[in-house]
């Protein structure tokens, strides 16, 4: 092998990894976009059920508040896990993004600015371990801030439409 054919070697593999970068991030975006989006919607949902069930002049019989209580329940406890399995999806990415990072040399010295690197150490933070258990995912949940936000709106949301509904 010449050293120019290592040359054209290395530069595919540049060339891929910041192909694969940039995937990832597009992928993060994509799922804290989709975040947002189960989030209104859901809470929308709940909302029109609601108006649904006020609108009406009568009173709901008991099998009907039954049956429109288990649509907000079990719609609120499919889109919560829906957020954490996402927000777990999201971090195995963000984790990949770091190695990736690692990879291309983001927090070496002198690369690509110099004196200096490229991000700080706590970067290198970001993102969760795959081989964690279901606890320590759920500890990690807790200090995703934003994420915990849109899951606790969508449980909030749900516990209030239930209520609406049996109050009817």
């Known amino acids: 092998m010449n050293k120019d054919s290592r040359k054209v070697i290395k530069s595919d593999k540049f060339d891929l990894a910041k192909l694969h970068l940039d995937r990832f991030w597009q992928e993060i975006f994509w799922r804290r976009e989709n975040e947002q989006k189960i989030t209104v919607w859901t809470i929308g949902l709940f909302a029109a059920v609601l108006a649904l069930v006020y609108g009406s002049e009568r009173d709901l019989e008991l099998n009907q508040k039954i049956v429109l209580c288990g649509l907000p329940l079990i719609l609120g406890i499919l889109a919560a896990w829906y957020l954490f399995q ?24 002198n690369y690509p600015i110099y004196g200096e690197k490229l991000y700080p150490n706590a970067w290198k933070k970001w993102g969760i371990d795959t081989n964690l258990t279901f606890g320590a995912r759920l500890r990690a949940f807790g200090k995703d801030y934003i994420s915990l936000f849109y899951f606790f709106s969508v449980i909030l949301a749900m516990g209030l439409c239930v209520a609406g509904i049996l109050i009817k």
């Open 86 to 109: 996402n927000w777990r999806k999201d971090k195995e990415v963000a984790r990949l993004i770091v190695r990736l990072n690692q990879a291309l040399g983001a927090w070496e010295e």
